[in-house]
């Protein structure tokens, strides 16, 4: 099937969606099959004259599946179709309601704002009564929020002195790149080394950041190292047997997250091996070691709608499997390698997660865009989305520095430490969800404001000039706060 689009409907640097819904009629069977919606354009820098994937989705015999593709040309093409196809031999594909349109980013940070304000805000009033004096003055100033942002970090970041200063500035949390995985801790069988890991998370005690152990066993095939993959059943269940313990038991009460079993909507080397139920048996050990830390799932794509492979639906699936083993989800983890995001299909994915009640964190953001001022708007996509939405209770970058990243067009710091335009957004964001009130004290020593939640300190001048210092937290509630500071 193919749609042609207008002539000069199209323009550069600019975000469209593809939105329609697609059935499968005819006699080649009755399961799903993988459908895909490509771009094919001429003359638009988006691989010229060729098919650029947009959309793939798995779509059931006899229904209607919604599908949600983006796209984003360099320059304005001479033409431009989109084709719908894939299905198998002797399967019609029935298309209707396909539409491509430009997002309206601006009217979408619009609407967020009262979700942001739900989400994120609390009324409080403060009770000065004699500290306040006659006629004083008040200046409400946050200090941190309690929103948590995080970054990706590694043994050699950590030797660079802007890397250090940015992260230690503008984040609370920290994940290691690879120094905790299994294949860099036992890279050949018996050969255990935490020297790595251990350097590392001794820096973020030293910075006061919190940590998310990633990972603690990797579903995908090509990420298990060659030993572990050589092993019969017989020798493989103690081998993990081992790594759970020695892991977990080390480093008891110093991981606030793990990432259990990494990307099971992608990979299955465990279950496959050890059977099905082989993941809960790794959460429920994990949580008899570690009581305290929270246990994630964590794959990537969920957040995109456009891999069959990573639907919420599937991942909510898996949560339950889990969950009926006995294991205890505590977190579920969205990756967040994203290109070309739309925030309502970022948004209806963690509308439908967040139905499960469990924390959602996004746990490797980076949003790829050679070009920084595209960065930057996509950036701005994504955390407004993940602020704006109750159920998500933090964000972790995959890294923000030049040459220090695993896509290397997501850097927010330029490589000699400037901060580029997506650095920019970042930190302008971060300003914007703080506080910063004043006003007069009524009547009755009390002063109302409505504030993120988060570390405060309250300046209160007296009408003779005497100044005081009161510092106090707003903790998220649906009722008025009344703090009494005063006492």
């Not at 490509?38 to 989705?57: P, Q």
């Amino acid at each position: 099937m193919r749609q042609a689009i207008p002539d000069g409907a199209l323009k550069p640097r600019v975000t469209y969606r593809v939105t329609g819904w697609i059935s499968l009629q005819g006699t080649a069977g009755s399961g799903a099959a993988e459908v895909r919606v490509s771009l094919r354009v001429e003359g638009g820098g988006s691989d010229d004259e060729a098919c650029s994937w947009v959309e793939c989705a798995e779509v059931a015999a006899g229904g209607w599946t919604e599908i949600n593709g983006t796209f984003r040309l360099k320059t304005e093409p001479r033409a431009a179709s989109v084709y719908v196809h894939g299905a198998p031999a002797g399967v019609d594909v029935m298309v209707k309601d396909l539409r491509v349109f430009a997002t309206d980013r601006q009217s979408r940070f619009r609407e967020l704002q009262d979700k942001t304000d739900k989400a994120r805000k609390r009324d409080v009033v403060l009770k000065l009564g004699g500290a306040a004096g006659e006629a004083a003055s008040i200046r409400v100033v946050q200090l941190d929020n309690a929103f948590p942002f995080g970054s990706c970090i590694n043994g050699t970041v950590v030797q660079n002195g802007a890397f250090v200063d940015f992260f230690s500035n503008h984040f609370s949390w920290a994940v290691f790149e690879n120094e905790l995985k299994w294949y860099h801790t036992e890279p050949q069988q018996g050969q255990v080394s935490y020297a790595d890991a251990d350097a590392l998370l001794g820096f973020c005690e030293r910075h006061g950041k919190r940590v998310r152990g990633h990972c603690v066993f990797w579903a995908v095939e090509s990420n298990v190292q060659q030993w572990v993959k050589d092993l019969g059943r017989d020798d493989l269940q103690p081998a993990v047997k081992a790594r759970l313990e020695g892991l977990v038991s080390r480093y008891a009460g110093r991981f606030g997250h793990y990432d259990v079993n990494n990307e099971m909507l992608h990979g299955r080397f465990f279950r496959d091996r050890l059977g099905e139920g082989a993941p809960a048996i790794m959460f429920r050990e994990a949580a008899r070691i570690d009581p305290g830390a929270q246990l994630f799932v964590n794959d990537y794509n969920v957040e995109c709608g456009d891999d069959p492979n990573a639907t919420p639906d599937k991942y909510m699936e898996l949560i339950s499997e889990l969950q009926r083993g006995g294991a205890t989800v505590g977190g579920i983890g969205l990756q967040g390698h994203v290109t070309r995001p739309v925030g309502e299909v970022v948004s209806g994915a963690l509308d439908r997660l967040a139905a499960t009640g469990i924390p959602i964190w996004f746990t490797e953001l980076d949003v790829s865009e050679p070009d920084v001022g595209l960065r930057a708007a996509d950036l701005e996509v994504m955390l407004r989305e993940a602020f704006a939405h109750p159920a998500v209770h933090g964000v972790v970058l995959w890294g923000f520095m030049q040459g220090q990243m695993w896509r290397q067009d997501a850097y927010l710091v330029d490589a000699d430490g400037t901060v580029n335009e997506a650095g920019q957004m970042f930190l302008n964001l971060q300003r914007e969800w703080k506080t910063d009130v004043r006003g007069n004290v009524d009547g009755d020593g009390s002063f109302a404001f409505r504030g993120f939640h988060g570390s405060y300190v309250a300046q209160i001048v007296s009408e003779a000039g005497e100044v005081q210092l009161k510092a106090f937290t707003v903790e998220k509630g649906d009722t008025t706060l009344v703090l009494d500071l005063d006492a």
